[in-house]
């Protein structure tokens, strides 16, 4: 792993909704979203979705403590401070930034999920620290900028520009690029390094899906050819979804986009920016 790259993109987890496993998920993975980044040396995190679990090598001793961004506050993407590993370092501190929603603060958001009956041990009962802040635009310790802009899912969902070693990337998952939207997004995300985008449906599963908060990967694509971005990982790839669909609908998506660097996300791939 070249753990010293200045810049560099780990996609923890890809998988939306909920968490999967079996062997027609080996290729792609099962856990669900959570993105690692170290932009001009500084390591974050994008969502606390299962794929937490493998964050910690990734870590200097030194690094113990990072800003963790939430998307939003679904089960999906909170389901790894349950128990990842980084929750047991006494030494990690995780300051979690979270947009206040219908006038709960992002800490209270999650909360209900850590709380009996859902949940016997609330997150504050674990070894790691963990402190909450409002997610705003602006300058994040590190020399990290983040820019933010509301996407379209059912109770709001944060989509967010993160800037830093001279790289940007965009994390805009759990978002319906719907027509009224897409313009919006489209110039938010202009000419970032990397798009990191929902693309879980097909067009054939949309009629039945269209409101649930997500995207087809024709619509994700559309965003990364029109917004200039230079790579495009697809992701929170439907629960259902098997790693012979995938490579299936990789095929076509590098048919469509011949020469660029647009994929569907797999666990524990690395992106150097
Ligand atoms: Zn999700
Ligand atoms: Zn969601």
Not at 69 to 88: E, I, N, Y
Request: aromatic share 8%; net charge negative.
């Amino acid at each position: 792993m070249p753990l010293n790259s200045h810049n560099i993109v780990i996609l923890l987890g890809t998988r939306g909704s909920v968490p999967v496993s079996g062997e027609q998920y080996l290729k792609y993975g099962g856990a669900t979203l959570s993105v690692f980044l170290r932009l001009g040396g500084t390591p974050l995190v994008i969502d606390c979705g299962t794929g937490l679990f493998s964050l910690l090598p990734q870590l200097a001793p030194d690094e113990r403590a990072l800003p963790v961004l939430l998307s939003h506050a679904h089960a999906d993407h909170l389901l790894g401070l349950t128990m990842a590993p980084v929750m047991f370092d006494e030494a990690a501190q995780l300051d979690i930034y979270g947009a206040a929603r219908e006038g709960e603060t992002a800490e209270r958001q999650a909360g209900r999920l850590f709380t009996p009956p859902l949940w016997p041990v609330g997150i504050s009962k674990l070894p790691a620290k963990t402190v909450f802040h409002e997610l705003r635009p602006g300058e994040l310790p590190g020399g990290i900028s983040l820019d933010v802009t509301e996407g379209v899912h059912p109770g709001g969902v944060s989509v967010m520009r993160i800037s830093g070693g001279g790289k940007s990337v965009v994390y805009c998952s759990d978002c319906c690029l719907d027509e009224a939207v897409f313009p919006k997004i489209r110039s938010f995300a202009a000419s970032c390094d990397l798009l990191i985008c929902d693309g879980q449906y097909t067009p054939e599963e949309w009629p039945t899906r269209s409101g649930f908060g997500h995207s087809t990967w024709q619509m994700a694509s559309a965003l990364a050819a029109e917004c200039l971005a230079r790579r495009l990982r697809i992701v929170h790839h439907a629960p259902f979804r098997s790693d012979a669909e995938l490579d299936e609908m990789q095929n076509s998506l590098i048919n469509i986009y011949p020469g660029r660097d647009f994929s569907f996300g797999r666990d524990g791939e690395e992106i150097v920016l």
